[in-house]
């Protein structure tokens, strides 16, 4: 369900990089309670955090077909207004998709372009147990491909591939390898 894509350029080599600001946009039908805590864990891996006002879908993101948004044009129009130096995670409520294979409308959790200057998460797909904690995780891994991560072999890791499922519930942090990958781009974790 994660849906994840490469962009055509090489992911740079992990030298020290200059912080970016990470820009949250809710979009105005995610609730306030769900946006917090979702502020809260990045803030906890990632400080430099900046929460910017909701904001309605445009227009060219909507699929009626399916009752859905595009998520590779709500990335287009967030890296649009998105300046160097900062990296714009869109969140909702509603029901993404992107094309996947022969699979034109395929429903996802997230999705992120590696590396890129925006990307997106959704709740809709998500256990409602556990809904916070697990669009915490569908935002980091989306986050840390912006960041220039690939998905990860390891089970345990927020970098893990989803492979048209959630497996959320079994992820509990980053892997040594993608932290020191974060850490190198000044993502702060207590300890690897």
């Given at each position: ?61 909507y ?77 980091i ?10 998905h990860?072999?390891?089970k ?36 690897i």
């Amino acid at each position: 369900m994660f849906s994840c894509s490469e962009k055509e350029k090489p992911v740079k080599n992990q030298e020290q990089k200059k912080a970016v600001t990470i820009l949250i946009q809710p979009f105005q039908d995610i609730k306030s309670e769900n946006l917090e805590k979702v502020v809260v864990g990045i803030k906890k891996v990632y400080p430099n955090v900046k929460v910017l006002e909701a904001i309605a879908f445009p227009e060219n993101t909507y699929y009626k077909e399916r009752n859905r948004y595009r998520a590779d044009s709500i990335i287009k129009f967030l890296s649009s207004k998105t300046k160097d130096g900062f990296v714009t995670i869109g969140l909702t409520s509603k029901d993404i998709s992107a094309t996947r294979g022969k699979i034109k409308d395929f429903g996802i959790m997230g999705l992120g372009y590696r590396p890129g200057k925006a990307c997106v998460a959704s709740m809709f797909r998500l256990n409602k147990e556990n809904t916070d904690e697990q669009f915490y995780k569908i935002a980091i891994h989306e986050l840390g491909h912006t960041q220039g991560l690939p998905h990860c072999p390891e089970k345990m890791c927020f970098m893990r591939d989803a492979e048209g499922k959630n497996p959320t519930n079994e992820e509990t942090d980053f892997c040594k390898k993608c932290k020191t990958f974060l850490i190198n781009k000044n993502w702060k974790f207590s300890s690897i």
